[in-house]
């Protein structure tokens, strides 16, 4: 199976709040798991990537978590802005292909004032 | 602007129709990408290009889809007879160095097809 599963599919944060977003897969030969932001009208933009030689890769407010055992990795967005509303697509690749990206359904992120 | 370029940003055809989606890669990048939007749902691979040669297509309908990337000139994702199925955003992205990199893509805006 190729799938990344993504949840939740809709999430609404306060300001200042912290936005998680989960993703699993199944395929155990993906080595690359990107997080894309997409706004309205937009193509994806890459927000984010981790390998899974790593637990943890933080940059800015963004932080990615990763459990290889588990086959899981979630997205947190610290200290939650009106800007970061949009929605977040979390993707896998293997290495021999790494372009070739199996994306989740993504999660709409409203972040309220 | 040395980004993704895709057009047309918009694009209405009848069923029956012939759509032609162009894109031109970031400068220096040899690797283009199509992917599919539906409505509601993730962006699903399509096919994988690089100048003159298809590397991969085995998310390309087996019918009315074709793809290239001539030596000179834009990457083009043709569908034929359109059907209002097609109806989609078809995202273009490409890489540096194709399989053996991070993985890191560029997408453009995408080309928004509405079938009538």
């Known amino acids: 199976q190729q799938q990344v599963k993504q949840s939740p599919q809709s999430l609404i944060v306060q300001k200042g709040g912290i936005s998680i977003i989960n993703c699993a897969y199944e395929n155990t030969a993906f080595d690359y798991f990107p997080w894309y932001q997409q706004f309205p009208g937009k193509g994806p933009a890459l927000l984010i990537a981790i390998r899974p030689d790593v637990s943890e890769k933080k940059e800015g407010r963004f932080t990615i978590s990763f459990n290889k055992s588990a086959k899981q990795f979630s997205l947190h967005i610290m200290d939650s802005q009106p800007g970061d509303s949009a929605t977040y697509f979390c993707?896998?690749?293997?290495?021999?292909?790494?372009?070739?990206?199996?994306f989740g359904d993504g999660t709409t992120l409203t972040v309220k004032p | 602007n040395a980004g993704v370029m895709q057009n047309p940003r918009h694009l209405v055809r009848r069923r029956g129709q012939e759509a032609r989606l162009r894109c031109s890669p970031m400068?220096?990048?040899?690797?283009v990408y199509w992917y599919r939007q539906l409505p509601e749902e993730g962006l699903k691979f399509m096919v994988y290009l690089q100048k003159e040669n298809i590397i991969d297509e085995s998310g390309m309908p087996k019918e009315r889809f074709s793809a290239e990337f001539p030596k000179e000139g834009p990457s083009i994702l043709r569908i034929q007879q359109v059907v209002r199925g097609d109806s989609a955003a078809y995202f273009c992205?490409?890489?540096?160095?194709?399989?053996?990199?991070?993985?890191?893509?560029?997408f453009g805006e995408g080309s928004r097809l509405t079938v009538l």
């Open positions: 992205a490409s890489s540096r160095t194709g399989g053996l990199n991070t993985g890191e893509l560029f």
């Open positions: 993707a896998a690749s293997s290495g021999t292909n790494a372009g070739k990206s199996t």
């Open positions: 400068k220096g990048h040899s690797h």
